[in-house]
C-alpha cells in the first residue's frame, strides 16, 4: 500500500510554543493525543508536527512554507498577524520590486506570505505550497513515492499536489543550498501495510534506509533528505 503523507515535521528549540504559533497563524486544531501536532482544518490533508532539538538552526532550511493571499488587502493582514504572534521580516536576499513578504517565525524558520493573484498558487489553501529545494530527481521521486501528479516541470523545477487538493509541494531545481547537518524540516509518512514491504518499494524509487526499528524508519532521498515512515 503507498506510503501517505501525514505531516511535515518541524523541529524546534521550544516545540510548544511554535506550535501555538502556527496554530494561531493558520487557525488550524491541535490534536487530542499531543499539543505539538497540528490538525488542518481544510483540504490540506496534512499535519505540522512539531519536535524538539537541540541543534542550532545553521544556514537556510531545506523545506519553507508559502501562505497565500485570497484578496490584496490579506497579504498585510496575515503578514501584521504573523508579526503579532512573534514573527519578524528576514531578509533572504529578495530583491525590492519582489511581492512576496519573507518573515521568521519564532524559531528562525523562513516562510513566505504570497500576494494575492499569484497563479502558481491559484485554487490552494491558506498554505498553499511546502516550497523545497531539490532537484528534479527528487522532484520525481516524490511523485512515484506518494502517488501524486506531477503539476509541473520546467527549468529544472518540478511541483506535485495530491488527487485531492491541498497545497503544492515544489522543488526549485539546481543550484541547491548547502546542507548543515538533518534537515530541521522533514515529511512523516505512514503505512497501514507491509512496512518492510514499503520501505523496499521507496528504495527502489531511489530512497536509501538510514535506519530501522520497530514499526518505523528512517530513509532519504535521492537528494539525502530524511523522511520517516511509520506504520498505522
Partial sequence: MTARLEALTIRATDPERLARFWVDLLGWEVSP??????????????????DVTSEPRVGLNQVHLHLTSA????????VQRALDL??????????????HVVLADPDGNEFCVIEAGNGWLEGCGFLG??????????????????DWPLVWEQDGETG??????????????PPL????????????????????AEVERLVSLGATV???????????DPDGNEFRLSLR
Fill in 33 to 50: 493525543a499531543s499539543t505539538t501536532d497540528l490538525l488542518p482544518t481544510d483540504d490540506t490533508g496534512f499535519g505540522l508536527r512539531f
Fill in 71 to 78: 484578496e490584496p488587502q490579506d497579504q498585510g493582514l496575515t
Fill in 86 to 99: 512573534g514573527a519578524r521580516h528576514l531578509d533572504v536576499g529578495q530583491l525590492p520590486e519582489e511581492d
Fill in 129 to 146: 505550497e511546502v516550497a523545497c529545494d531539490g532537484t528534479p530527481e527528487v522532484g520525481h521521486f516524490w511523485a512515484a513515492a506518494l
Fill in 160 to 173: 506535485i499536489r495530491s488527487p485531492h487538493g491541498g497545497p503544492k509541494i515544489a522543488w526549485g531545481g
Fill in 177 to 196: 543550498n548547502e546542507k548543515h547537518g538533518p534537515n530541521r524540516m522533514f515529511f512523516d509518512l505512514v503505512t497501514a501495510g507491509d512496512l518492510a
Fill in 210 to 220: 538510514r535506519d530501522r526499528g520497530d514499526g518505523a524508519a528512517v530513509l532519504a
